[in-house]
């Protein structure tokens, strides 16, 4: 395809989008202009397009160069810290599985054993005087708390040994 | 373009803060940065919705755009490059919105120039201006996302030829071409 230029027409868009054209200090260019069909085409253009340039300008409500630099540095830490919590992640989840597969492969190894541990278990539990727990009638109604003093301690203490993981992984937990 | 109004020295001076070490997260430091944001933003955001048709989008698109712009571990030789890199960027930015639009059909997020394109093709904003010219947005808005820019970039901003192909990633040689039929294209259009 046989694409019609001029040498001018840089030269008529570079005075258009200038300013120079309309004030009309390019007399030459202009009288060019009007007798060159790229060189007009090229002016009417520019023309147009960058009135509608200064329109599209007066629009923009950009964020200030501060609010853009904070945003874009905050986006960078976060991007960089969850690539730098990726391999942990992975980790975890890797070893979970290896943990989960050894105790599943290696409970039927162990039934036996297991057997007579809870057996043992059993025993000691049986040992326990459970009565020490239990309210004693001679203390006075007026204080059931008191009454009540063993068993609460001994469900307190259980409690504390379950539920202190949990807290110290949310004390420790980032988010 | 003001690029070619700066001054040699400030240039040189952005380029070796652009080129110096390593600021913590990005290669350009906040001064340099902030210069080059106030210089660029309304005319990267102009660009954006026209091409776009859409304020809204052009904002998240301009906000997206310098932040992959200072994630870019390049080496810039100078203004012009930095400029056309972003505006390589922003394009690229729309090419994925479009795509993204166009595989979600159902989507409420129309633009200006959907509307505009719809009315055109109903014929009802032209009914009563078949006599009269068409004005600039509804014909920008008939026209492929890649002539707009093409257009915006070769009458609006002044680019070369050769910094038309480096933000539309074509080959330089085919920007002559396809810039005279993008603006034969226009003119057939406007009714100019």
């Not at chain 2, 906040?30 to 080059?36: L, Q």
Request: hydrophobic letters at 45%.
């Amino acid at each position: 395809m046989r694409v019609r230029e001029c040498a001018q027409e840089t030269e008529v868009v570079e005075a258009v989008l200038a300013g120079r054209w309309e004030a009309g200090t390019e007399q030459e260019l202009r009288e060019h202009a009007a007798h060159c069909e790229v060189c007009g085409a090229a002016a009417e253009l520019a023309t147009a397009l960058s009135a509608e340039r200064d329109a599209a300008l007066s629009e923009a409500h950009v964020l200030s160069s501060g609010a853009a630099w904070w945003r874009a540095q905050m986006r960078a830490r976060a991007d960089a810290d969850r690539q730098a919590a990726r391999p942990v992640n992975v980790a975890l989840g890797f070893a979970t599985i290896c943990a989960l597969l050894v105790t599943g492969l290696a409970i039927p190894f162990a039934f036996g054993w297991l057997q007579s541990s809870f057996g043992w278990f059993a025993g000691v539990v049986s040992t326990i005087d459970l009565s020490a727990f239990a309210p004693d009638p001679a203390i006075s109604a007026d204080a059931p708390l008191v009454a009540w003093f063993p068993l609460i301690t001994a469900v307190g203490a259980a409690v504390c040994l379950l539920v202190a993981p949990v807290v110290v992984y949310f004390a420790i937990s980032r988010d | 373009m003001d690029a070619r109004q700066m001054a040699i020295t400030e240039a040189g001076a952005l380029e070796q803060d652009a080129t110096a070490g390593d600021t913590g997260t990005f290669l350009m430091d906040e001064e340099c940065f902030r210069a080059f944001y106030d210089r660029t933003a309304r005319a990267v955001w102009a660009y954006l919705s026209r091409l776009t048709g859409d304020s809204s989008l052009a904002d998240d698109l301009l906000q997206e755009a310098y932040f992959r712009f200072l994630s870019a571990k390049v080496s810039f030789e100078g203004e012009a490059h930095r400029r056309n890199y972003l505006f390589r960027i922003a394009t690229n930015l729309v090419h994925d919105a479009r795509r993204k639009r166009r595989t979600q059909p159902e989507s409420d997020s129309r633009t200006d120039f959907d509307a505009i394109d719809e009315g055109n093709r109903s014929g009802c904003h032209l009914a009563g201006r078949r006599e009269n010219a068409v004005d600039i947005r509804a014909a920008m808005a008939r026209l492929k996302p890649r002539e707009r820019a093409m257009l915006w970039l070769a009458y609006a901003e002044g680019s070369s030829h050769e910094e038309i192909a480096t933000v539309l990633g074509v080959k330089s040689a085919s920007v002559k071409v396809m810039l005279h039929r993008a603006r034969e294209k226009f003119r057939r259009i406007w009714g100019r």
